[in-house]
């Protein structure tokens, strides 16, 4: 009348393993990982999107290459934590108070332009054609230089080249075009105090503090340091580090069309350095170039180094109006 094998021993055991086999063959829905509580700023963003729904933008990462802030592993020796990472909150807020300062108190601009005589245009002349000719003769010599425009002292020996092409261009077109030769000696004299105070600074850091402590203290012995000294003392260093500032000094401190520094010079040199710190921050420290860490941004002593460059600014455009007058005591007159 009935099936004995349905009160087998062991039957209700198949049964069971067979309904959890065909379960696990069966789609299971994910659950929502949506908060009942709605989005707070104490949850974090998964507690209330939920898994499957697909985000409507991409997801933004600051470094552009997957290297840990360190391009081509030039910058391994650094600590993770200077290349990866937020930035330091004081670091942030002297940035924005800086450059909002920057804008708010810019000041009416007014640039003096004076004539050299015969000798010290030649001598503009000069120096433009020479810092093109270095920079073309360690194109040829070296291949690619990239790094080097995207380096303070890059942007210093540029800036030193237009300066002298630009004032002794003003004299040649002035006979013929008056209104563009007006327009050019003032760019040229604008770039005076920028010119003399980067030639300066990567004179004397380069020389004097980065120099020694490459040599004595990250080159071992031996040959790496015997190949460093002489790359050092090459055509190319010795012109960017080492003739570099008697060409700023050039009509900017002693020359037949000197004049004094401005708060309008002032003002152009805080542009550079504003600039040149857009590029470092927001795209070199992107990419993993860090050349200069001490304006690591993820440490708060970063606002101390840019503080410290503004004040260098200030003090080195009162020191050069001392020894232009000391140089050029017709000025005083």
């Known amino acids: 009348m009935f099936d004995r094998r349905s009160n087998a021993p062991g039957d209700d055991a198949s049964t069971s393993i067979k309904n959890s086999a065909t379960a696990s063959q069966r789609p299971v829905k994910q659950r929502s990982m949506s908060s009942h509580a709605g989005p707070t700023p104490f949850h974090r963003r ?32 650094l600590p ?27 000041p009416p601009l007014h640039f003096d332009t004076t004539r050299a005589d015969d000798f010290w245009w030649k001598a503009d002349v000069a120096i433009f054609l020479w810092g093109i000719a270095v920079v073309a003769i360690a194109r040829i010599r070296m291949g690619a230089i990239s790094g080097f425009w995207i380096s303070y002292t890059g942007w210093s020996w540029g800036i030193l080249t237009a300066r002298a092409g630009l004032e002794a261009a003003s004299q040649l077109v002035e006979p013929t075009r008056p209104a563009l030769a007006a327009k050019m ?19 004397t850091i380069w020389n004097f503090v980065l120099f020694p402590i490459i040599y004595f203290k990250s080159m071992p012995p031996g040959e790496k340091r015997k190949n460093f000294l002489k790359f050092n003392f090459g055509f190319f260093m010795t012109n960017i580090h080492g ?4 060409m700023a ?17 002032l003002y152009v040199g805080y542009i550079v350095v504003a600039l040149y710190s857009a590029l470092y921050l927001f795209f070199m420290d992107r990419i993993g170039l860090h050349f200069y860490p001490i304006f690591c941004p993820r440490s708060a002593s970063c606002a101390l180094s840019f503080g410290s460059v503004l004040c260098l600014y200030w003090y080195l455009m009162h020191k050069g109006n001392e020894l232009i007058l000391y140089l050029n005591p017709e000025l005083q007159m």
Request: aromatic share 24%.
């Open 46 to 77: 998964v507690s209330y999107m939920p898994r499957d729904v697909k985000e409507w933008r991409p997801r933004f990462k600051w470094h552009i290459y997957d290297n840990q802030g360190s391009y081509n592993g030039w910058f391994d020796w």
């Open 80 to 106: 993770l934590w200077m290349r990866v990472g937020y930035w330091s909150p004081v670091a942030v807020l002297f940035l924005i108070a800086f450059y909002s300062c920057m804008y708010l108190y810019k």
């Open 185 to 203: 000696a003032v760019w040229g004299s604008s770039l005076r105090f920028p010119a003399a105070v980067a030639a300066f600074i990567t004179f």
């Open 243 to 246: 003739l570099n500032l008697p």
């Open 249 to 265: 000094i050039v009509n900017n401190i002693y020359g037949s069309s000197v004049r004094l520094f401005t708060e309008s010079d």
